[in-house]
Antibody
């Protein structure tokens, strides 16, 4: 069974750093791209970027380039999303999702990680 | 960057009625279009891919159509569990989502 399990909710202060994770299981982790999607409170889904764990090839949405860093550790089948200096506007639910191969859509999703940034 | 525009923002429908949701792409995405359903507190669930193919386990009352820049999701007879937010997504050039259509009980 394909599963993406994300790390737990985080409460941080503005200016702090953060790294959240997404662990894949039940499939060949290095053979599928993993994307990250932001959902701000009461808002829609926004694609942030995507990584291919096999070789760490990474692409970012222009809206998120330079704002976050996406990485992966294939030895432990885990993808990461990190911030070096959080802002209140980073408060959101963050989902990871696997990109399919036959159809390049988000076929499996993690349960989401809620990030709250508040002073 | 491909922009996806959904309409209407909110659709009020009575149980048992038909719901028709629209999605427009700013440029052709061929048939590389998916629809997702999201309920409060849950991750999105894939309903339709390739513009018209139902994902595994999705009831036949959900159908998709269109290609190029214009797409439609139809729910033929709304059940109580179908009241949710629906998003279209293009995957012709990485991913872009529409802003969503909320289907609410009339």
């Amino acid at each position: 069974e394909v599963q993406l399990v994300q790390s737990g909710a985080e409460v941080k202060k503005p200016g702090e750093s953060l790294k959240i994770s997404c662990k894949g299981s039940g499939y060949s982790f290095t053979s599928y791209w993993i994307g990250w999607v932001r959902q701000m409170p009461g808002k829609g889904l926004e694609w942030m970027g995507i990584i291919y764990p096999g070789d760490s090839d990474t692409r970012y949405s222009p809206s998120f380039q330079g704002q976050v860093t996406i990485s992966a550790d294939k030895s432990i089948s885990t993808a990461y999303l990190q911030w070096s200096s959080l802002k209140a506007s980073d408060t959101a639910m963050y989902y990871c999702a696997r990109q399919g191969i036959a159809a390049l859509l988000a076929d499996y999703w993690g349960q989401g990680t809620l990030v709250t940034v508040s002073s | 960057e491909i922009v996806m525009t959904q309409s209407p923002a909110t659709l009020s429908v009575s149980p048992g009625e038909r719901a028709t949701l629209s999605c427009r792409a700013s440029q052709s995405v061929s048939s590389n279009l998916a629809w997702y359903q999201q309920k409060p507190g849950q991750a999105p669930r894939l309903l339709i891919y390739g513009a018209s193919t139902r994902a595994t386990g999705i009831p036949a009352r959900f159908s998709g159509s269109g290609s190029g820049t214009e797409f439609t999701l139809t729910i033929s007879s709304l059940q109580s569990e179908d009241f949710a937010v629906y998003y279209c997504q293009q995957y012709n050039n990485w991913w872009t989502f529409g802003q969503g259509t909320k289907v609410e009980i009339k």
